[in-house]
């Protein structure tokens, strides 16, 4: 899952956590294992002095809109994406952030797909563009937010 990795390094950028300890860490693990997993991503981030959860079981996008607004962190979400011969996981990105022009608060998806990697609105058209139409919503798919502890916040 090299979009995992990809990934978590575009959203650590957007909020601009990619410090020292992070970027090497990862690198690290990258160089080891030829490719990381969220499982190996989070125990990184931790290493780092940041917590994580899992989220709740998310079945539809309406679903994941309310735990997105209601928690307002950012979170690494894999989705199933099915095609008619084969599925696989896609890695997004999605971040809560300050309007410049509004001073409100809105939710971006930050997938290394967009052309010129910026943040998209977090919409349901945008996770069908970034994903396609046939993303499944399923148990087994990981969600992970993160935030730095206490005494790391910025």
Not at 110 to 135: L, R, T, V, Y
Request: hydrophobic letters at 35%; proline letters at 3%.
């Amino acid at each position: 899952m090299n979009c995992a990795f990809g990934n978590t390094v575009n959203l650590l950028m957007y909020i601009n956590h990619f410090n020292t300890d992070l970027k090497q860490t990862l690198l690290i693990l990258k160089a080891q294992s030829g490719g990381c997993c969220l499982r190996e991503i989070r125990n990184c981030i931790i290493d780092c002095g940041y917590d994580t959860f899992t989220l709740p079981s998310i079945s539809t996008y309406s679903v994941l809109q309310t735990f997105v607004t209601e928690s307002g962190i950012p979170m690494l979400v894999s989705l199933e994406l099915n095609f008619r011969t084969f599925t696989f996981n896609h890695v997004i990105d999605i971040s809560p952030f300050i309007s410049s022009e509004t001073s409100q608060v809105e939710y971006h998806i930050i997938d290394g797909a967009h052309p010129q990697m910026k943040g998209m609105k977090f919409s349901q058209e945008n996770i069908d563009w970034c994903c396609g139409e046939e993303i499944s919503f399923k148990k087994d798919c990981i969600w992970l937010c993160f935030c730095p502890r206490e005494e790391e916040s910025v």
